[in-house]
Every structure is written in C-alpha cells, then in structure tokens.
C-alpha cells in the first residue's frame, strides 16, 4: 500500500513551491492543470491526467518513491464543468455523487493498489473555509465533505501558509483546520516550506531509509 498526504493552502500560498527542493529526476509530478511551475527547474517525469485509474498506473509503472498530483481539486473542477449543464433535477445529484466517488476512490486505491509500501504520493489541495470558521479542503458540493471526508482517511495533513512574504508549513492545527501529523514527526509546529524536508522526516519517522534519487 502507498502513503497518501493532503498538503492544501490558498493559491500563492507556496504549494507548488515546496517541490523545487527534489532533484529534476527525483519525483513524478502528476500537474493536473497544466499549470507552469513558480521556479525554473523542470522535472524530468511529469504528466497530466484526470483520470483516477491513469493516475493509479502511472504512479505503479514508475519506480521513483515520490509522486506529486498537483492540484487534485481540479479533478473534481474537470467533473463538474464537463457535466454541470447538461444536469438535472436527480443527475444533478448524482454528478456530485461521481466527484465524491472519483475523490474517494483516488485516495483509497493509493492505499490499496500502489504495490511500493515506501511510495509516498502528495495530493496538493487549494483551501476553503465553512460556515463554521473551520479551514479544510476546497471541494465541490456538500456531498464529498458529508459522506468522505478525505483528511479522515489519511494520517498526514500538512497545512501550506504564507505571512508576510514568509512560506511555511504547519504541521499541527491551531484549533481552526485539519493540520495534523502524527506525534513526534515534526519538532516545531512550523517547518520550511520545503516538500523534500517533509518527505525525509516522513521516512525518518516510519524507519524507511530516506528516498535517493533515480540513477540515469
């Protein structure tokens, strides 16, 4: 089984700018809008699909530990405006029912089917905040957050943040998200906005040996 991690934060908010930290040969990058990189280095395996059962193979036929789907939401965007007009009445209901299943599956089937137990895959999330003050991840309709709740189905959920020019990671909640790493992984509450820094603590903590990179 793979180790899926949530990272979300507001746009700008230095998401995409944490991997500029992993070596060009080090990772897959999954980009699923297309969206050009905040930095100069280009990573040498990258694709782009919507596809949940794609993305489950591409993450299976290559041997690299690190795998990085940025930005998740926009499977479900690609859902919902692929289908949202021609909706309505019940099949409305059910369009929301398919991006809660598409959400769901993804992350299931990185626990299920990635055959490398030491295969981390990042789901990089935009943030959004209810009506009860609480930040989590932005999502389509009510239905996924009712019946799924994805950081329910996973161990870590890093928060990204930006004050003041400063980005950062939070690895503990303030009482007003869904920030939370298992004890003792991260000293601080606040770490470098720096992906690789997290993905070493992450196998230091399990007793992996720390992922090197691809050899040409």
């Known amino acids: 089984m793979g180790l899926p991690v949530l990272i979300y934060g507001k746009s700008g908010s230095g998401k995409s700018r944490s991997l500029k930290f992993f070596e060009e ?5 999954l980009n699923t809008e297309r969206k050009e990189l905040p930095f100069r280095k280009r990573f040498k395996k990258t694709g782009s699909s919507d596809d949940i059962g794609k993305i489950i193979a591409t993450i299976n036929q290559n ?15 690609h859902l919902f405006m692929a289908n949202h007009r021609n909706k309505k009445g019940n099949a ?12 769901y599956e993804l992350v299931r089937r990185i ?15 935009h943030e959004d905040t209810d009506d009860y003050g609480t930040t989590k991840l ?31 990671f939070r690895t503990v909640t303030d009482g007003s998200d869904i920030t939370k790493t298992p004890e003792e992984m991260f000293a601080e509450p606040e770490i470098e906005n720096n992906l690789k820094l997290v993905d070493d603590t992450i196998r230091e903590f399990y007793g992996w040996e720390k992922y090197k990179k691809t050899e040409e």
Do not use: W
């Open 111 to 125: 626990k299920t089917e990635v055959k490398d137990p030491q295969k981390i895959v990042y789901i990089i999330f």
């Open 92 to 103: 409305s209901f059910e369009m929301y029912d398919d991006i809660a299943d598409a959400m």
């Open 63 to 77: 041997p690299e530990k690190v795998v990085v789907i940025d930005d998740a939401g926009y499977i479900m965007t």
């Open 138 to 168: 932005r999502t389509i309709g009510k239905q996924l957050d009712r019946k799924v709740c994805l950081e329910g189905m996973v161990t870590i959920c890093i928060r990204c943040m930006s004050e003041d020019g400063r980005h950062f």
């Open 25 to 29: 040969n080090e990772i897959v990058l």
